[in-house]
T-cell receptor
Framework: EPEVTQTPSHQVTQMGQEVILRCVPI?????FYWYRQILGQKVEFLVS????????KSEIFDDQFSVERPDGSNFTLKIRSTKLEDSAMYFC???????????FGPGTRLLVL | GQQLNQSPQSMFIQEGEDVSMNCTSS?????WLWYKQEPGEGPVLLIA?????ELTSNGRLTAQFGITRKDSFLNISASIPSDVGIYFC?????????????FGRGTQLTVWP
């Protein structure tokens, strides 16, 4: 069964460093998303992406964040200058249609020291 | 209006018992979703509900879309140890054609053998 994959599974970085989280969505999906989950809290929407541009972003997704689809298979989330409060699980998701089921990847656990 | 109130926050039950959890909101929605998250994994869709009053089953799981369109419940019958995890309700943003999901805070389920 097709699935969303994410790399790395864990990332530890120093405050102020740039990180890039990578996702490979399900191959025939057209809509892509990033969510994050701070430890012990609910899953929060960051951004949605369709047709090579951001469709919607939340208040969390400030200028330090960016997304890109550099080729036909990868979808990346970049945090330009990480802060301690960026420590969280970051989930990528994809769906075939905008209102269709979103399939989540296993997540990248980011720890900012 | 986008907040989902999910209860209970946690449940500790004996194997074989039935479980019930619910989600409410002050706004009406078109779609209710129930996800399960196991440790170290991303959320996995269990059941999707699209119509008020809809009752849908997936094995031992049953979920209903409340007729007021402001609530939903999830029941698990005859629980087993592998039911352990966090169960999230979620809804799609009605104001967007793209699937921004809003999640509840989750119900942590523990099943004792």
């Amino acid at each position: 069964e097709p699935e969303v994959t994410q790399t790395p599974s864990h990332q530890v970085t120093q405050m102020g460093q740039e990180v890039i989280l990578r996702c490979v969505p399900i191959s025939n999906h057209l809509y892509f998303y990033w969510y994050r989950q701070i430890l012990g809290q609910k899953v929060e929407f960051l951004v949605s992406f369709y047709n090579n541009e951001i469709s919607e972003k939340s208040e969390i997704f400030d200028d330090q964040f960016s997304v890109e689809r550099p080729d036909g298979s990868n979808f990346t989330l970049k945090i330009r200058s990480t802060k301690l409060e960026d420590s969280a699980m970051y989930f990528c998701a994809s769906s075939a249609g905008g209102q269709e089921t979103q399939y989540f990847g296993p997540g990248t656990r980011l720890l900012v020291l | 209006g986008q907040q989902l109130n999910q209860s209970p926050q946690s449940m500790f039950i004996q194997e074989g018992e039935d479980v019930s959890m619910n989600c409410t909101s002050s706004s009406i929605f078109n779609t209710w979703l129930w996800y399960k998250q196991e440790p170290g994994e991303g959320p996995v869709l269990l059941i999707a509900l699209y119509k008020a009053g809809e009752l849908t089953s997936n094995g031992r799981l049953t979920a209903q879309f409340g007729i007021t369109r402001k609530d939903s419940f999830l029941n698990i019958s005859a629980s087993i140890p592998s039911d352990v995890g966090i169960y999230f309700c979620a809804r799609l943003n009605r104001g967007s054609t793209l699937g921004r999901l809003y999640f509840g805070r989750g119900t942590q389920l523990t099943v004792w053998p």
